[in-house]
């Protein structure tokens, strides 16, 4: 009897200490999964039991945005907490003084290349990222998945999968999947034991994961154990791959969960979920034909036009899931305009770290837990300098700013004067162009862009795209 009683003890003790530390965090964080294409959405079609589950049982916020329509400067954003105009601002300081002390001018223009590729990519090392400053608590950090800054250690990961570029990688045809994250794409596509085997190594820490499986991102390959849901119904080829791929990401996300129950660790864990950027691939819409291949054929790589590298509101807009079991009451926010800026200042808040006043976004955890003050968006603004293009995969050159307020959603190419602006709440595809209609709100959304810009210091368009 008096064994039992000390190990109850001690099973109350550890559970005490589990309780009083800092949640293990887990980003999860989509790739090219468009907002609407989830169960908890409203999508009859696409199965995504274990996402439903996420946010039954936390705290959905349905009108969640993305910095930028697509992924590297958005990533960006979600492990600095900076929108990626000041990203790239202060990486070109970086870069420019790099340059001084390499003798960047002596090289000759491969050379030069190749060194602003993998330099762009260290200067990481330089900035306040997530596994930084979470340190500070005594978190440890893993990185997997999609990941374009060459190593996990640019950005002060303590361990991870994409351990860099291969040294004789650059020039050959596959360099992209190299900078796409390398090893670190493997994740769930085909082995989830790196990050098994972290988790067993650390389970007595606060542990911070990012968990970006390439998916649903091309290439559309999922196994037939996803295809299978989709085989027989009456829908467009391209949306059975799509949705198949989809499947396949929830089951990743679903068997890290069951993990995490198996080593009595779920209670501990807040699992927040985010997309890197839009896409638009309804059930009726068809991108695939004989011989499409997403490597050349920029519709069937990139879905519909109004998604992923666009300027509307399926661009950009990403349902954000905040999941903690029994410390989050599950509630489902459709009003407050929240943005990926707002996913560092909330971890580090809800880590018990103090948020730096430099950071443009806001702690959403007055919304998470009722406690304190929230002062809501009126309208949030977003640049693009990037276009979706019909022939060139990596699109076209541009200079495009977005404002969205709860009911509106306008867009302007300011190199083109190209415009839309539409009711999100009874248009939500942008069918309708109410620009011409309603010049006084156009003339009040291009003064909120010039507000911004000076807010941020951008005196001229900047590249942000690679």
């Known amino acids: 009897m008096r064994i039992q009683a000390l190990l109850i003890m001690a099973l109350l003790l550890c559970t005490h200490a589990h309780a009083d530390r800092p949640p293990n965090v887990v980003l999860l964080i989509g790739d090219d999964h468009g907002y609407p294409y989830f169960g908890f959405m409203g999508d009859d079609n696409v199965v995504t039991p ?4 996420l946010a039954a049982g936390g705290v959905t916020f349905t009108q969640g945005h993305v910095t930028v329509p697509y992924c590297r400067p958005s990533l960006r954003t979600m492990i600095t907490g900076l929108h990626p105009v000041e990203y790239q601002m202060q990486l070109n300081r970086i870069i420019d003084r790099r340059k001084r002390s390499a003798r960047f001018d002596d090289m000759s223009e491969d050379e030069q290349r190749r060194w602003t590729t993998y330099e762009k990519a260290a200067a990481m090392q ?7 400053l979470l340190r500070e608590k005594g978190y440890v950090s893993w990185q997997g998945g999609k990941w374009w800054e060459n190593s996990y250690r640019n950005a002060h990961f303590d361990e991870g999968m ?4 291969e040294p004789d990688a650059w020039g050959r045809d596959d360099f992209f999947f190299q900078l796409m994250g390398a090893d670190g794409t493997k994740l769930v596509r085909e082995t989830m034991d790196p990050l098994f085997d972290f988790i067993d190594r650390h389970q007595q820490q606060p542990m911070f994961i990012w968990f970006g499986p390439s998916l649903p991102h091309t290439p559309l390959d999922a196994p037939y154990k996803y295809q299978k ?11 059975k791959l799509y949705y198949a791929n989809i499947t396949w990401w929830d089951d990743g996300v679903g068997r890290l969960m069951d993990y995490m129950q198996s080593k009595n660790l ?3 864990t807040l699992f927040i979920y985010i997309s890197d ?3 638009e691939q309804d059930a009726d819409a068809e991108y695939w034909h004989p011989g499409a291949d997403y490597t050349t054929d920029p519709l069937f790589a990139n879905g519909g036009q109004r998604g992923k590298n666009a300027l509307y509101d399926l661009s950009f807009r990403s349902p954000f899931i905040f999941y903690w079991k029994d410390r989050l009451s599950p509630s489902r926010n459709e009003s407050s305009l929240v943005s990926a800026m707002d996913l560092v200042p909330t971890i580090l808040d809800l880590a018990g770290r103090k948020v730096p006043q430099r950071l443009r976004g806001r702690s959403l955890r007055p919304l998470l837990d009722g406690d304190g003050e929230y002062q809501e968006r009126e309208h949030m603004v977003s640049y693009n300098d990037n276009r979706r293009s019909k022939t060139q995969m990596m699109g076209q050159q541009s200079e495009g700013y977005v404002v969205r307020t709860r009911r509106w959603h306008f867009f302007w190419y ?3 004067g190209e415009m839309r602006l539409y009711d999100v709440t009874s248009d939500p595809w942008g069918d309708t162009d109410q620009s011409e209609a309603r010049p006084k709100l156009v003339a009040q959304f291009k003064q909120s862009i010039a507000d911004w810009k000076k807010s941020i210091g951008m005196r001229e368009p900047i590249a942000i795209h690679e």
């Not at 849901?229 to 949306?239: F, I, N, R, T």
């Open 229 to 239: 849901y989709y085989a027989d119904k009456k829908m467009s080829e391209s949306a």
């Open 162 to 165: 994409t351990d860099g570029w």
């Open 266 to 268: 779920l209670d501990d």
């Open 277 to 279: 950027n839009g896409w």
């Open 50 to 53: 274990t996402m439903d589950a």
């Open 414 to 416: 300011a190199d083109t």
């Open 126 to 132: 330089e900035f306040d990222t997530l596994p930084k």
